[in-house]
């Protein structure tokens, strides 16, 4: 389970309120508890728990934070000690590190089968096949080193190019299910899930590919479409160009 899972797991079993209450008297105030805050010294209370959202806050020092938070700050703790403390307390067991390890193994597998996918698609959308999707482009003043600088890619009409490519290059049919680029017919088989679309890489924040957004170029279809929720993709959670955006930032 990835460690977000299991921190979002510990936080559901384990209220903040009974994980504060032990170390500060609380007191109803609304929606919230207020006490003095255990950081700094007071004689009015102005360290507020907030157990709807899993959250604490002092409006004297400005400390805030969730359970990690607290118990590392309270305690002295490291956070590997803290989720530890709040595994066992919430009832959940840890991975080893052997297992960590062999997911992210796993994982880096999975980021090696969606990076040649956008690679290949990227080398379709400068061949022939992909002369309809360049002009699209042109109309709106894309440029081609726009095109590189975002691997934006072609997926032709076939309903088995990239799964034939991929397969040819030694990746498992399964690892392409997984990840979204190929669905399973019901009668046996497999066909790949984008055809005939303008291909969006999103990355995460390391600029690792973990799903595609495609963009239909003709009409009665629904104009786009997005990979499926995966081990590395949750649409949710991912923004186009997050990674272009951090280093910009920086």
Known sequence: MPLQSIVAEIKARVSLLDLVTPRVALKKSGRAWRGLCPFHPEKTPSFYVFPDQGTFHCFGCGANGDHFTFLMRTENL????????????????????????????????????????????????????????????????????????????????????????????????????????????????????????????????????????????????PKYLNSPQTPLFDKSASLYGIDQAREAIR
């Open 78 to 221: 490291d956070f590997a000690e803290a989720l530890r403390r709040l595994a066992e307390q919430a009832g959940v067991t840890l991975p080893s590190r052997a297992a960590e390890a062999a997911e992210e193994r796993r994982k880096a597998h999975l980021r090696a089968v969606l990076l040649a996918a956008a690679e290949y698609y990227h080398h379709l959308l400068r061949q022939p096949l992909g002369e309809r999707a360049r002009a699209y482009l042109a109309q709106r003043g894309v440029e081609m080193s726009t095109a590189e600088q975002f691997l934006l890619g072609w997926a032709p009409e076939g309903w088995d190019t990239l799964l034939r490519h991929l397969v040819g290059r030694g990746f498992p049919v399964e690892d392409l299910v997984t990840v979204g680029l190929v669905v399973a017919r019901e009668g046996g088989g497999h066909y790949d899930r984008f055809r005939g679309r303008l291909m969006f890489p999103i990355r995460d924040l390391d600029g690792h590919v973990t799903g595609f957004g495609a963009r239909v170029l003709d009409e009665g279809q």
